[in-house]
Every structure is written in C-alpha cells, then in structure tokens.
C-alpha cells in the first residue's frame, strides 16, 4: 500500500513518545508529484534536501539529557520523502531513550532514515561545545524583491515565466524572499528564501518575481514546491545550467532546505538564515 499525504501524522491528534520509535517515521513517495510535473524515467537534475533539526535530545547511560543540533542530507534521487510532522514525532522518541554514546545515536538515526526514504541518508551532530562554529549566512545574488510588481494570482503560473532568446546568454544568480506555500495536508504557511542560479538566455525578472508569488496560495510540500519552480524554468526558459535553492523557515525544531541542480557544481553551504 502506498502512503500518501492524507494518511500521515499532519493535522491529527498525535500521543508524544519518548522512547525510541522508528515506526513513526511516515514516508511518501516522490514520484506521486514527479507524475504532475511530468517527469517519468531519468530526472533532469540531482540534488540534496538538507534538514536541520533544534531540538534533538536523548540520555546517557546514567540518565542525563543530552542536547545536539543535527544535519541530515537526503538524497534528491531517494524513492521517498519524510513527512515532517513523522520527523519531528520520530526525534522526540530520542528524549527518554538511554544511549551509550553519540556514535550509537548517529547509527540509529542513519539506518531508520535511509530506510524510509529508500536510500542512504547523511546524519551529523553539531554537540553544544562547537555551537558557537555555527555560523549564519543569507542567499546571495540579486535580490528580485526590489521590483515593483503588481500581482493579482496567487497560484503558480509558469506561462507568466519569459527570457530573452534573441540575445547572448548571460549568467546570474537572483534572490527572493518572497516565497510562500502552504502545506499539503493541513494548509499552514510555509515561508521561505529562494535562490536560482543560471546561465542561458537572460530570465525576465519581473515575470520570475510574479511567478514565485504565484506559490502564495499553493499547497505542496518544500520539496516540491522547489522541483516544480526548477521544471517550470527550465522548460520555459530553457537555460543551458539551473540550480535552485531554497531554505525554509522552521517548524516544530525542523527546517528543510531543498537544493536541485542540472550541471556538476558543489551542494550549498548548509548555512542558517536570520528567519530560520
């Protein structure tokens, strides 16, 4: 039986436990929405979601709380993603659960992780004496909020999307913090920073900025919020390179940064931004 959206943890009544319980994890799979967009067969790009979660607590063996902040990073290619509200459900099951060491912790929430999601997970702590390595950093690249643009649709609209196919291509990297969706399940706000990088025919900024208002209204999970903004662009505007990249604010302890890319560059820097 395959899971969807409905069946999952959001917007019911959940019990909070506080020992060790990998079943809460509720994985959905990708493909349902990859079906929409009409990607079937070898994705047009790779990429990484990069979750951040604040409130990771567990014992030690003699009882005592301990605290991390930890990083996991799953693959774009996995066949399934992890419904948020089961994340958060799934970490707290850590608070009561004595474990002998950081090492037994790391391998837990790798083997539950990359088994729900169909593939291998990347885990790490960041323990309380190296909190101040942290550091903070916003998108960069020119900011398309600068524009003043009437809007009047609130749903994503790639026709709005144009560029300039009679000129030479041009490389740029533009930033909005005007992105906003709403989740699939129960509708609550999700507010985030997106980024697109590309080189191709030079993208009309005002027509982007409408477009990426246009998701004001949406209801879809980050992650594909974030293919659906890539596959849009790169059928309307046909760039030759695309990466987009977004970081959303945080929800329950748990923030999601998705990140996809067509051409060989390095995965962003995992930094924090002043809303998360």
């Not at 020992?19 to 070898?42: H, M, N, S, V």
């Not at 051409?263 to 962003?268: E, I, V, Y």
């Amino acid at each position: 039986m395959t899971n969807t959206p409905d069946q999952s943890p959001l917007g019911k009544n959940s019990a909070y436990q506080t020992e060790y319980a990998p079943e809460l994890l509720f994985p959905i799979p990708r493909q349902q929405k990859r079906d929409e967009l009409g990607l079937a067969g070898t994705l047009p790009f790779f990429g990484v979601d990069i979750w951040n979660a604040y409130e990771l607590s567990w014992l030690n063996m003699r009882g005592k709380p301990q605290v991390a902040i930890a990083t996991f990073t799953v693959p774009a290619d996995s066949p399934n993603i992890v419904e948020s509200k089961s994340f958060k459900l799934y970490l707290n099951s850590f608070n009561q659960t004595r474990l002998a060491n950081t090492d037994a912790l790391l391998a837990l929430l790798r083997e539950d992780l990359s088994t729900a999601v169909g593939a291998p997970v990347h885990a790490a702590l960041t323990l309380p004496e190296d909190f101040d390595k942290l550091k903070m950093g916003e998108l960069d690249g020119l900011l398309l909020d600068r524009l003043d643009v009437e809007i009047d649709n609130y749903s994503p609209s790639p026709e709005l999307l144009k560029a300039n196919h009679e000129e030479a291509a041009v490389e740029e990297t533009l930033v909005s913090h005007l992105l906003k969706s709403n989740c699939l399940v129960t509708g609550q706000p999700d507010w985030g920073s997106v980024q697109i990088r590309y080189v191709g025919p030079q993208i009309d900024q005002e027509s982007l900025l409408r477009y990426l208002i246009g998701f004001r209204e949406h209801n879809e999970f980050h992650e594909q919020c974030v293919e659906r903004i890539f596959t849009d662009i790169l059928r309307q505007c046909k760039p030759n390179k695309l990466a987009v990249y977004a970081r959303y604010t945080r929800r329950g302890g748990l923030d999601i940064n998705p990140w996809r890319a067509n051409f060989s560059t390095a995965k962003p820097p995992n930094l924090r931004a002043a809303r998360q």
